[in-house]
């Protein structure tokens, strides 16, 4: 069954608490359209920000490769422990 109207809607029984479209059934055409908005800025928003992520994850995986691509290599074998110093 494919609703094409908000009446159609409001006549879907609301038995399944699984069912996605439940909180809309009271809202208006107008709200369903600005809650559409809404949601449509946030995952512009949170696909600019893993683009961001993407981005940054890019370039430190390449500076790793310039500086020091040895901490690539699988397993890893540290020559030094990190964050340990000798007793002098």
Do not use: C
Request: proline share 7%.
């Amino acid at each position: 069954m494919n609703p094409t109207s908000s009446e159609d809607l409001r006549k879907i029984p609301d038995n399944n608490p699984f069912d996605a479209t439940a909180g809309y059934r009271s809202l208006t055409y107008e709200e369903v359209l600005q809650e559409l908005v809404k949601h449509k800025e946030l995952l512009r928003r949170k696909d600019t920000h893993i683009r961001e992520l993407e981005d940054y994850i890019d370039n430190l995986l390449v500076r790793v490769m310039e500086e020091t691509p040895s901490i690539l290599r699988v397993p890893y074998e540290p020559s030094r422990k990190a964050g340990k110093f000798t007793n002098s």
